[in-house]
């Protein structure tokens, strides 16, 4: 009884162990299951949502660039042909519609008009003499008479705009802005000494020289997207909220001298406001900053959590900055942030004060800025998304709550379950035990008589039960002793029969095997046949123009892993060559698959080589898939034109030898990543582009070159490979191939060859 319940005892306890155990290790294999999805999805989510968000920024304020450039080119249009309109010119201003009855204020010395005219124009005080406006500053402004009918259109209709306005040249600034304006006053009250220095030297130092200076350096110019050139966002003295300037430089006819600009005060309310209001699981937010790190909005939950700090710059003269940097964030984490340098999205986790925040960022559309004194510079904006993890993780919280609760459930049910059934085995055990006792007693006597050799011994079976189905077992199994004994001559004759009969069947299964080996030697090599059929023939390689080249492929086995095509296809060249892991007939299975993907690819005239290997690797993964494989390729494509090579794709280094003998090798392990390990790797894949001069040598390799060992185990070595290429440069794709195929048999010798071997000698002549 003691040993029966120990032993239910510990059975109870390793199965509560077990279970236990069990169901952690289910906890943690659907929590990964649930994150891995949840990362996707999070991912997908908030990536789509803030494409879509700088997408619509992007429109806001291209349509607002757009318009302004119309305005512009109406103006350039003017300076171009002003000798041949000049008549109309002069006849506009002398119009009462178009004339524009300037006054002066002796107080802030400057001339303005009424606001009863259709716009609001204002020459200031150094460009007078005594209550009298200077001949060519009269000239400038009654040029731009014509404007009176245009400006307040532009200012209508179109993206939401403060103010549109035309300022003269620099050596005689004068403001036409639409709708009309009392800017002397207002800039008598908000900017006191704007009316002693040059309009453009006070509210926007140097902003004049850089346009000036992109004219002295035609490269820069015209490497410009656009003229458009706007501020930094600043608070407006007039009361229109946060505001940016957009100028378009004019040009004199000769385009030697700066004529003037036509600019637009843009209110960023709606703009910000929509950024501010964006709303992330429940407590997620957006910013918009500059390139330096200034943050231009942000909603007060986001300040809070980005540990923000605000302070102003400019002192009250000219057009002031708001600072507000995510470098002098209280948080380290924060102040540690690096913006976007290209126009992928920065998709990353940071830790602000013990909290895991997801981060999204993305670049806006370039623009040129103008930074204060340091003039103008290329500036790109950047939006970003912010998530606690936790609110994206809620679900997973909740989950493994739940299955932590089933779990302690389950074992204290299972600890009352035992408990009762141990009980209960007990009390049965010693019932059973007392009826057993007596039949055992007599087994054991019957089976010491045996032992002394007396195989007539019989108990006597009074149950039906496992104890008299053991006494009638041990009475069959004395007399079966008992015949065996008597009969032991025929029992060896019989089991020699039998093992003869044996014998005979494992001879005929041994001679199926044989057969079936046969059979499937065949198969094997009507599939390595097959293999080798679909490599590039020499007669297709030497169609090829501008190029010679060779190739070389020996499988380890019946059928090799290793992939190598070159195809034509309208003036280009497509060279791929690949690796599948391991060997044998699977591996050269998914090299056909390759070959086959990358030539019908080509067929369809796909000619993005990012997205042309995207395509193949989901074809391959989803093969693999399919076929439960876990197979993978490492895979580089090369496309040929007009001497230029543009690879994608992870693979062994490429060696070149240029034709005066300099040795190159080229890393393509940042192009990609292996193919058919995952569904979308587009993210991972990048290009890059080699010239070629005529003389000059790539060759192409697999692992099973260097890898080569000889009978002391010794690799043969990129470094050997790429002496042999140097030494034979000079000579033909062919006899480069043949050289190097040589040496590394050389190398090997008598060993045997572990891996498949290739080599892709490419030589423009």
């Avoid at 259109?153 to 705009?161: H, I, V």
């Avoid at 710059?313 to 600072?323: D, P």
């Amino acid at each position: 009884m003691l040993v029966t319940g120990l032993s239910v005892v510990i059975g109870a306890v390793l199965n509560i162990v077990v279970a236990r155990q069990g169901i952690h290790s289910l906890s943690q294999k659907s929590a990964y299951e649930i994150e891995g999805g949840l990362n996707a999805a999070n991912r997908e989510y908030i990536t789509n949502h803030l494409v879509d968000k700088a997408q619509q920024t992007n429109f806001i304020l291209g349509q607002t660039y757009d318009e302004l450039q119309t305005f512009a080119d109406i103006l350039q249009g003017m300076v171009d042909h002003g000798e041949e309109i000049q008549p109309v010119l002069d006849s506009a201003a002398s119009l009462p519609y178009f004339h524009d009855r300037l006054v002066y204020n002796a107080r802030g010395n400057w001339y303005q008009n009424g606001p009863d005219e259709p716009t609001g124009v204002v020459v200031w005080g150094y460009n007078g003499n005594q209550g009298t406006v200077k001949p060519e500053a009269q000239k400038a402004v009654n040029d731009s008479a014509l404007l009176d009918i245009i400006m307040p259109s532009f200012k209508r209709r179109g993206s939401e705009k403060l103010q549109i306005y035309y300022v003269g040249p620099k050596e005689n600034p004068f403001t036409r802005v639409a709708p009309y304006a009392d800017m002397g006053t207002a800039f008598d009250t908000n900017f006191p000494g704007h009316n002693e220095k040059n309009w453009y030297d006070f509210f926007f130092p140097n902003l004049a020289e850089s346009w000036q200076q992109w004219l002295k350096d035609p490269a820069i110019l015209k490497a410009l997207p656009s003229t458009v050139t706007v501020t930094p966002p600043y608070p407006d003295a007039a009361g229109g909220g946060i505001v940016l300037t957009a100028f378009s430089p004019i040009w004199s006819k000769d385009r030697k001298q700066f004529a003037g600009t036509a600019a637009i005060d843009v209110t960023l309310a709606q703009l910000l406001n929509s950024i501010k209001d964006v709303r992330l699981a429940q407590t997620g937010f957006a910013f918009l900053a500059q390139s330096d790190g200034n943050v231009l909005a942000v909603n007060e939950s986001g300040v809070a959590t980005l540990r923000l700090s605000s302070e102003a710059s400019g002192e009250g003269k000219g057009v002031g900055i708001l600072q507000q940097y995510l470098k002098n964030s209280r948080s380290p984490a924060v102040a540690s942030i690096v913006l976007p340098q290209d126009d992928r999205i920065d998709y990353h986790e940071i830790t602000i004060e013990g909290d895991a925040y997801i981060i999204a960022l993305q670049r806006l559309a370039r623009v040129s800025t103008w930074m204060d004194a340091r003039g103008i510079v290329p500036e790109q904006w950047t939006l970003g998304f912010v998530v606690p993890k936790r609110e994206m993780y809620a679900s997973l919280v909740a989950a493994q709550s739940a299955i932590e609760q089933s779990r302690t459930n389950i074992v204290t049910t299972q600890v009352f379950i035992t408990v009762g059934l141990l009980v209960a085995l007990l009390v049965g055990v010693y019932l059973v035990s007392r009826r057993m006792t007596s039949a055992l007693v007599e087994l054991s006597a019957g089976a010491t008589r045996m032992r002394e050799g007396d195989y007539s011994v019989r108990i006597n079976v009074q149950s039906e039960d496992e104890i008299g189905q053991l006494g009638v077992a041990f009475n069959e199994m004395a007399s079966e002793i008992e015949a065996y004994t008597n009969n032991l001559e025929d029992l060896v004759s019989e089991r020699t029969r039998a093992l003869e009969k044996a014998n005979q069947e494992i001879s005929e299964l041994n001679a199926k095997l044989a057969q079936e080996n046969i059979r499937l030697g065949a198969e094997l090599n009507v599939a390595r046949q097959l293999q080798l059929m679909v490599l590039p023939a020499p007669q297709e390689l030497q169609e090829i123009q501008e190029l010679d080249i060779a190739g070389y492929m020996a499988p380890a086995d019946e059928v090799g892993g290793d992939y190598y095509d070159v195809l034509q296809s309208d003036g280009m060249v497509k060279i791929g060559i690949g690796d599948v892991t391991g060997h044998g007939l699977e591996s050269g299975v998914l090299m056909l698959m390759v070959q086959t993907a990358v030539r019908t690819l080509l067929a369809t005239n796909e000619r993005d080589p990012k997205r042309f290997l995207s395509i193949v690797n989901k074809v391959i993964y989803q093969n693999i898939q399919r076929i439960n494989s876990n197979k993978n390729m490492s895979l580089t494509l090369l496309d040929y034109s007009d001497g230029s090579l543009k690879l994608t794709g992870q693979h062994e280094d490429l060696i070149i030898v240029r034709n005066n003998g300099e040795l190159e090798r080229f890393d393509t392990m940042s192009l990609g990543m292996p193919i058919g390990l995952d569904l979308e790797i587009e993210d991972f894949i990048s290009d890059a582009e080699i010239k070629l001069e005529a003389g000059d040598v790539v060759t192409l390799f697999s692992d099973g070159i260097t890898e080569a060992e000889d009978t002391a185990s010794q690799q043969y070595g990129i470094d050997r490979l790429c002496e042999v290429i140097r030494k034979n440069h000079q000579h033909s794709s062919k006899e480069i191939k043949d050289a190097i195929i040589e040496d590394v048999l050389a190398h090997i010798g008598y060993n045997k060859v572990y891996d498949d071997i290739t080599v892709l000698v490419i030589k423009r002549v």
